[in-house]
Nanobody, 121 residues
Framework: QVQLVESGGGLVHAGGSLTLSCVAS????????MGWYRQALGKQREMVST???????NYADSVKGRFTISRDNAKNLVSLQVNSLKPEDTAVYYC???????????????WGQGTQVTVSS
């Protein structure tokens, strides 16, 4: 059983910063891709940023230059530093990790429960 726990969301003023973190626990053999997604009220979930096993990062155009993703493979941790926040960044942020639980088993997609980020103008 694998569980992802997110932390770091909150209420900030426009221009502020937050650090979102997501730690996976349980029976983990190897973690592959990791990422952050968000879903604003009334909208579909969208990709914010992803990072490969080897550290190659990808960002949505709307957050490039403001958000930075990082990972610590030893800790099964993925973080998202969010700077220069805008009201349109308000959403529930979900972390995602692709995890293999045994050496020969398949990879599974796991999601966190979500953390609310609210940016006031």
């Amino acid at each position: 059983q694998v569980q992802l726990v997110e932390s770091g969301g909150g209420l900030v003023h426009a221009g502020g910063s937050l650090t979102l973190s997501c730690v996976a626990s349980g029976s983990i053999f190897r973690t592959y891709g990791m990422g952050w997604y968000r879903q604003a009220l009334g909208k579909q979930r969208e990709m914010v940023s992803t990072i490969t096993l080897y550290g190659s990062a990808n960002y949505a155009d709307s957050v490039k230059g403001r958000f930075t993703i990082s990972r610590d493979n030893a800790k099964n941790l993925v973080s998202l530093q969010v700077n220069s926040l805008k009201p349109e960044d308000t959403a529930v942020y979900y972390c995602n990790q692709v995890i293999q639980t045994t050496p020969t088993g398949p990879k599974y997609n796991y999601w966190g429960q979500g953390t609310q980020v609210t940016v006031s103008s």
